[in-house]
Nanobody, 121 residues
Framework: QVQLVESGGGLVQAGGSLRLSCAASGSIFSINAMGWYRQAPGKQRELVAAITSGGSINYADSVKGRFTISRDNAKNTVYLQMNSLKPEDTAVYYC???????????????WGQGTQVTVSS
């Protein structure tokens, strides 16, 4: 129904930068919030940043001032620019979207497959 495809993860040294992208496709009527979550080994999945269709943004305290979320509504794509990366940012990063399906107008939360971000010290 809705597919989310992430790209841009990888290995980077501390202090470096990465940019994640996530494109949504499928039977989409509209997408409300889109966001990024991350899960480190042995830890729970946590919100990194989220953005609504109107542009309201929320960041986790741990990434404020270093990460920037943005969105292209016409392309149903969300980005996460990550600067000044730290080893503690190492995790699998997941894209999420709260979407309304075309036709049925049913709402649902959808997830990408995840992309690994590894920050070496």
């Amino acid at each position: 129904q809705v597919q989310l495809v992430e790209s841009g993860g990888g290995l980077v040294q501390a202090g470096g930068s990465l940019r994640l992208s996530c494109a949504a496709s499928g039977s989409i009527f509209s997408i409300n919030a889109m966001g990024w979550y991350r899960q480190a080994p042995g830890k729970q999945r946590e919100l990194v940043a989220a953005i609504t269709s109107g542009g309201s943004i929320n960041y986790a305290d741990s990434v404020k001032g270093r990460f920037t979320i943005s969105r292209d509504n016409a392309k149903n794509t969300v980005y996460l620019q990550m600067n000044s990366l730290k080893p503690e940012d190492t995790a699998v990063y997941y894209c999420s979207a709260h979407a309304v399906l075309a036709g049925s107008l049913l709402r649902g939360d959808y997830w990408g497959q995840g992309t690994q971000v590894t920050v070496s010290s």
